[in-house]
Structures are given as structure tokens and as C-alpha cells.
């Protein structure tokens, strides 16, 4: 038996995030699993923008269409063949690490130790830190 059989990779643009995903689409590969896209858009984010948050949202919503595409493209090259994408509004740190893992049968997730969020930590703490310890399953940090 493969040991994660539903891989979830956080996505955020970031380089820690690229190499996570190469890191989850590996693990994926080697187990012949699912993999689970995840681009969260941050809800507090939006709420202290001075633009209109409608236009942010749409914006935000479309880049992370355009790359996770991309990315589903280079897993099914990979040889993965199971690729959901999950784009949602909300905390981040929850939606990575208990959100939807209650709504997925996800058994491990991966992620880079620091994403685009990385210049905020000292302030709100490690997104990192908070998914390993909320998350109902192993958690893989690529760093």
C-alpha cells in the first residue's frame, strides 16, 4: 500500500510554493495518488485594500486560475491523472489546515516553508507553523 494515496499542495505564487508543488507531484507520482491544488485568496488581504475589493478578488481569482492551470498542465505531463483545484476566499491558515481537510480525504500536506506572506510573519505567525499544528495529518514543509 502507497502511504498518501491525496496529497494537498498549498499554492500561493511563491518559489517556496513552485518547489512544493514539485515536491508534491513526486509524491503523488510515486504513489500513484490524487493531488489537491490549493490557492487560497487571503479575506483579510482584500478587506485592507484600498482599491475596490470586488476588482481585487477578480484579479486575484484569475491569477490564481492562470497558474494553477499551468500547474495541472506540468502534473498531467508528470503522469499524475488525479489534479483537483481548489481556489477559495478565506484564511489561509485555516482553510490549508482544516478546512479542507475535513471536506477531502487528504492525508498529507505539503507546503513552502515561507510563501508570499513570509514579510508578515513576525506579526500573524508562520502559516506554516499554524497548518502543522491544526492539521488533522502529516504536513511535508519544503523549504
Known amino acids: 500500500m502507497n502511504r498518501y494515496q491525496n496529497i494537498l499542495v498549498a499554492i500561493d505564487g511563491s518559489k517556496n510554493a513552485e518547489k512544493a ?50 500547474l495541472v498542465s506540468e502534473a498531467r505531463n508528470a503522469g499524475i491523472e488525479n489534479i483537483s483545484q481548489i481556489v477559495e476566499v478565506g484564511d489561509v491558515k485555516d482553510t490549508i489546515a482544516e478546512k479542507i481537510p475535513a471536506e477531502y480525504p487528504i492525508d498529507l500536506i505539503v507546503a513552502g516553508a515561507t510563501g508570499k506572506g513570509s514579510l508578515t510573519r513576525k506579526k500573524v505567525g508562520s502559516t506554516i507553523q499554524h497548518i502543522v499544528n491544526h492539521a488533522p495529518c502529516n504536513v511535508l514543509m519544503v523549504k
Request: proline share 0%.
Open 21 to 70: 508543488f514539485y515536491e508534491a507531484v513526486a509524491l503523488a507520482k510515486a504513489s500513484n495518488g490524487a493531488l489537491y491544488l490549493a490557492w487560497i485568496i487571503d479575506e483579510a488581504s482584500l478587506s485592507t485594500s484600498s482599491f475596490a475589493v470586488s476588482k481585487i478578488l477578480k484579479e486575484e481569482q484569475e491569477k490564481a486560475k492562470m497558474v494553477l492551470e499551468n
